[in-house]
Nanobody, 122 residues
Framework: QVQVVEFGGGLVQAGGSLRLSCAASGSIYSINAMAWYRQAPGKQREMVAHIEHTGTTTYADSAKGRFTISRDNDKNTVYLQMNSLKPEDTAVYYC????????????????WGKGTLVTVSS
């Protein structure tokens, strides 16, 4: 069984920084892309940052220049360093990982964490 768990949410003042981490564990053969999404109250879930196994990254316009996604392939972990936080960054942040499980005949599929709340006060 594969699990994806986020860590690091919390309350921070506007202009501050926060680092999220997400670890995948279980019967994993390989992890392809990993990403961070967020969902603010009353809004749809949106992609914040995405990173391929090779390290190639993609960011939402709202995250460019402020957020940095990185990963440690040896630890099956992805990070999101968030700087210059704004109240509009307040949301539940979800980790997504495209994982091929170590199960005969398995196909790679997306796994989601349960989310971690980030609250930015003004």
């Amino acid at each position: 069984q594969v699990q994806v768990v986020e860590f690091g949410g919390g309350l921070v003042q506007a202009g501050g920084s926060l680092r999220l981490s997400c670890a995948a564990s279980g019967s994993i053969y390989s992890i392809n892309a990993m990403a961070w999404y967020r969902q603010a109250p009353g809004k749809q879930r949106e992609m914040v940052a995405h990173i391929e196994h090779t390290g190639t990254t993609t960011y939402a316009d709202s995250a460019k220049g402020r957020f940095t996604i990185s990963r440690d392939n040896d630890k099956n972990t992805v990070y999101l360093q968030m700087n210059s936080l704004k109240p509009e960054d307040t949301a539940v942040y979800y980790c997504n990982a495209n994982i091929l499980a170590l199960v005969a005949g398995a196909f790679a599929r997306d796994y989601w964490g349960k989310g971690t709340l980030v609250t930015v006060s003004s």
